[in-house]
Each structure stands twice: as structure tokens, then as C-alpha cells.
């Protein structure tokens, strides 16, 4: 049966280009869309209404690098696991996402078409997924996650659990990304520079080679896609976007000069300084090995002073928490470590129509117009004048509501 039309009246709508709140608005929503947005919108018999007395209602939130296949921080044993194992871990995942206040999320490596279409056919109860299939990586980069001594050939990149798969060689390249291009993917994920989680690459190590790399962005150009690159110095954040890589996740140690480069030739940054600070706090006791460790303090100090340079250069900066297992609870300290430099309206856009941008999806989330899906966050009060409203794991929200679905409801409906 075909749900009937929801009229909500009296909203303050926040806008999050202008900044300002839009005091007593109503919206009308029908099946999975906004259908109008005024003043004075008849409702038609039989619709569903309910009146907001002045709660604030914004865009649901989009977090642009996530991990969904990452149910622990043993990353070897998220990898190993059976498919259909993992499959119901990041069912898990995705549920409890979308009761934070996520609508919409970008995967950044793992996630793939199987866990896009039981969102989409309602098997499982999550945000919007954007993926991109697994992350790319070379022998002995980011994903190689074997010890020295193991000389066992490649990973298990056919399971769903894994993040990354190895490839070394531009033709393979070419072949890695036409085949996730085939399966779905809206953009192709690079491995740029050493990783904190992994054990055999230092930090400042480059990884692929510029032909590698150039490979990887025309074939993601070939498809009208872009490429999202795992970077934190500033070397290779430079190296990766004088080559047309576009995402730039992390970029915890850019340079002025880099981040002013990056904002002309249009990249989106994506911090993700929450990954670090939890990392710093939890990582050993649950089991992260010493390589790693020694690695979080380089990334973790320099995260604070990017998000200035970042700012000061105009470089957009979309949300992203990369939180891995039992780190997820941490979720929302991104929103407390970012409003150390960022106004709470830059928080919000980087939460709703730069996110959009990233996840190819302007004018369709992010934002509250005709014609946009009906991904909305009903609150209280104005996260304007407190952006640790939306934090609290969704305490906060009074409603959630994802492609026209409540999520969680406390108001009160009636009909006409």
C-alpha cells in the first residue's frame, strides 16, 4: 500500500549555504521525496500532519568516510571472516549509524553492491550508501596487512570483510578500477601514502607510482567518477592532486600552499581527526600492534593544525570519522574536535551539501527542496548556536527520517 502524504507545519528549516534558520515552514512529503516546501500548502484528505510548534528541521547528515565491513579493530579478522558473516556486522553497522542521524554515508573501502541494495530494498534498516568497492593499495602499502615474514602471496580481497585489495602495475590498475566501475562503484579509492593501521609503511612513504596513479584517474574520468586518495603528508597530498585525484581524505599534515592548490583546482578535503584521537586513547588496549602505534601522535598532532590551513585556503572540507570497531562509539567527538577551528555553520556544511557534492548527490541530499529525498532531522533547538546538539549518538533528534521513512519518531502524527 502506498504511504500517504506527511504534511509537517510550523518548522524553523535550517539552511545550511545561508546559515540561517526559515521560521514557520511547512513540508510536504510524498513517498521517498519533498514534494513542496511554503507557507500555505493545502493538505489533501487523508494526509498525515503534523505540526512542529517551531522545532528545528535540517538536512540528514552525510558522513563521507566510513567503514562499514570494519566490525572490529582486528582488521585481519574482519578480513577473514565469511561474507555473510560480515554482510550481518554491517547491517549492524548501518542501523546504528542511521540512529546518529547519518542519512546518507560514503564507504571508503569494503562495502559493496550486496549491502548498497538491501538498504535500497529495505532488508536492512541504514543510511544511503555511496561506495566504491575495495580501497586500491600496493604490496607492502596501506592494505597489506602481512607481517615481514609472510610471504604469502596477496589477501583476501574477495571477501566482504576486506578493505583493500593489492595491485601493483598500471595495467592492473586499469583493470582493478574498470571492474569495481562495472560493479557499481561511484568512485575509485586510492592508497596514496603509508597508513597508521597498517604494519610495514611508514607515514611519510609514498605509494604508487605517478603512472599508477594517472591511470586510476582516467579510468574514474573515463566513467564520469573521480578518485578519492588515502593521503596525510604534504608531498603526497600535492603529488596526488597535481595528478587530478579529487577526495583527499585525511590530509593531516598539508601545507598552505598545497591546500591553497587543492581549492583551485576543486578537491574536497576529508579530515577525519576522531580516527586519531580514539586511536590515541583505546587503540593498544584493543590490540593494535606497536608499528601502529607509534604512528598515531605524528597524524594526531598535525590533524588541529590542518583544519586551520584547510579553512584559511578555502579548500571545502566534507565530514568524515573513519572510526574502525569498537572506536565507532566515538562517532560524534568529530563534531567537538572540528568546532575547535570551525564555525558550526562550517560543521554543518561539511555535514550536508559538501558531503552531498562528494557522494554525487547535489540537490538530492543535503539539502531540504522539491524534489530532494526526504532525509530530515527534527531537534528542539538550533544547532547553529550549539552544534553539540547533534552529537549525544542521536539523543538529541526528536525525529530521523530517511528516504520518506521514520527512523525514530516521538511527535505526535494526526489526520486530516
Request: with cysteine; aromatic share 4%.
Amino acid at each position: 500500500m502506498t504511504e500517504r502524504p506527511l504534511l509537517l507545519t510550523g518548522a524553523r528549516l535550517l539552511d545550511p549555504e545561508a546559515g540561517r534558520l526559515r521560521d514557520n515552514a511547512s513540508i510536504l512529503i510524498k513517498g521517498d521525496r519533498i514534494a513542496d516546501i511554503g507557507t500555505g500548502i493545502p493538505t489533501a484528505e487523508g494526509a498525515r500532519q503534523i505540526a512542529l510548534d517551531g522545532k528545528v528541521v535540517m538536512p540528514g547528515m552525510i558522513d563521507c568516510h566510513m567503514h562499514v565491513v570494519a566490525w572490529s579493530l582486528d582488521l585481519w579478522g574482519n578480513m577473514i571472516a565469511p561474507s555473510s558473516l560480515a554482510a550481518l556486522r554491517a547491517a549492524e553497522v548501518l542501523t546504528e549509524t542511521l540512529g546518529r542521524g547519518f542519512t546518507t554515508i560514503r564507504d571508503l573501502g569494503g562495502a559493496d553492491q550486496g549491502l548498497v541494495r538491501a538498504v535500497e530494498e529495505g532488508l536492512v534498516s541504514g543510511p544511503r550508501l555511496v561506495i566504491c568497492g575495495k580501497g586500491l593499495s600496493t604490496t607492502g602499502g596501506h592494505c597489506d596487512l602481512r607481517q615481514r615474514t609472510d610471504d604469502r602471496p596477496g589477501i583476501m580481497s574477495d571477501r566482504l570483510g576486506s578493505m583493500g585489495v593489492l595491485v601493483d602495475g598500471v595495467d592492473e590498475v586499469r583493470r582493478i578500477c574498470r571492474t569495481y566501475i562495472k560493479e557499481g562503484a561511484a568512485f575509485i579509492k586510492i592508497m596514496a601514502n603509508g597508513g597508521v593501521s597498517s604494519p610495514n609503511d611508514p607515514i611519510h612513504s609514498l605509494q604508487f607510482s605517478r603512472a599508477e596513479i594517472e591511470a586510476a584517474v582516467e579510468e574514474a574520468g573515463n566513467a564520469g567518477l573521480y578518485v578519492a586518495a588515502h593521503v596525510y603528508t604534504d608531498a603526497a597530498i600535492r603529488r596526488c592532486v597535481d595528478l587530478g585525484v579529487r577526495s583527499l581524505e585525511h590530509c593531516n599534515l598539508i601545507e598552505a600552499e598545497t591546500a591553497a592548490e587543492a581549492a583551485s583546482r576543486g578537491c574536497i578535503a576529508v579530515p577525519t581527526l576522531v580516527a586519531y584521537e580514539a586511536l590515541a586513547r583505546e587503540g593498544e588496549a584493543l590490540g593494535l600492534g606497536p608499528e601502529s602505534i607509534a604512528k598515531i601522535d605524528t597524524v594526531r598532532e598535525g590533524g588541529r593544525r590542518s583544519l586551520s590551513i584547510m579553512q584559511q585556503a578555502g579548500l571545502p572540507m566534507a565530514f568524515g570519522s573513519d572510526l574502525l570497531g569498537e572506536l565507532r562509539k566515538y562517532h560524534c567527538l568529530e563534531l567537538e574536535l572540528l568546532a575547535e577551528v570551525l564555525s558550526a555553520a562550517e560543521i554543518i556544511r561539511s555535514l550536508t551539501s559538501i558531503g552531498a557534492e562528494l557522494c554525487g548527490l547535489t540537490g538530492r541530499a543535503g539539502v531540504i527542496a522539491p524534489g530532494a529525498s526526504a532525509d530530515l532531522l527534527v531537534l528542539d533547538d538550533d544547532p547553529l548556536a550549539d552544534i553539540g546538539l547533534l552529537g549525544g549518538d542521536g539523543a538529541h533528534f526528536r525525529a530521523i527520517m530517511a528516504r520518506g521513512a521514520f527512523a525514530k519518531n516521538t511527535l505526535q502524527e494526526r489526520t486530516t
